[in-house]
């Protein structure tokens, strides 16, 4: 039985990122049947179309987008910079679109977590995500939505979500993501 690979976007690439400690506890829940693989987007130098119009893009353009191509589905954890996508993640994002007929995206479901500290739980950039992935054809998970704010009361200092209802929400969330990819990939 081949697994379905699941690429796991961060949008946070400082070392303590509470994000990351999120994906960290949700790539455990995800089903045996999904492969996770966190996508690295912090090596890749900032967008610029001439790399892909002269032809001689950064090996780290490759490689990410050769990593990225190999996912059957994408799920992206991010935090909320300026109430937007965090520039690291949409930079990814940009990277991996081009050149536009090979792009890393298309065709593929997704869904978004978002997490702040803060109450409005990174509401902004859950959406400008939603955003830029409609332009891209990636389908994403409608329902639940998963907004994760007040996130330094829910971890310890290993980086486990402590708190029950949170626990609760985040495996109906993964529930619903792995149904969702099921629509698209089959059975497997
Ligand atoms: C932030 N932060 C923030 N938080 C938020 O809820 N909405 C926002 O618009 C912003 N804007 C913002 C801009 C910039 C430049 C920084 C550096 C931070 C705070 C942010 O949520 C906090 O730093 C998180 O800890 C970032 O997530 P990671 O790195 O812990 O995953």
């Excluded at 708190?163 to 529930?175: C, G, H, I």
């Amino acid at each position: 039985m081949d697994k379905v690979h699941v690429g796991i976007l961060i949008g946070s690439i400082r070392k303590g990122s509470f994000t990351r400690q999120v994906a960290n506890n949700v790539i455990k829940m995800l089903p045996e049947w999904m492969e996770a693989q966190i996508l690295d987007i912090s090596g890749l130098p900032l967008y610029n179309q001439d790399f892909d119009d002269g032809g001689v893009a950064p090996e780290a353009y490759h490689a990410f987008r050769a990593l990225a191509q190999k996912q059957d589905a994408f799920l992206f954890l991010t935090p909320e910079h300026n109430r937007s996508v965090p520039a690291a993640l949409k930079n990814a994002i940009d990277v991996g679109s081009r050149p536009i007929a090979e792009s890393v995206w298309s065709g593929k479901p997704g869904a978004v977590i978002s997490v702040s500290p803060g109450a409005i739980a990174g509401f902004g950039a859950n959406h400008h995500l939603r955003q830029s992935m409609t332009f891209l054809n990636v389908y994403m998970m409608q329902q639940p939505e998963c907004y994760l704010g007040g996130i330094t009361k829910c971890l310890d200092d290993e980086g486990n979500i402590i708190r029950d209802a949170t626990n609760e929400f985040l495996s109906k969330v993964v529930e619903a993501y792995a149904f969702w990819v099921r629509r698209f990939v089959g059975e497997q």
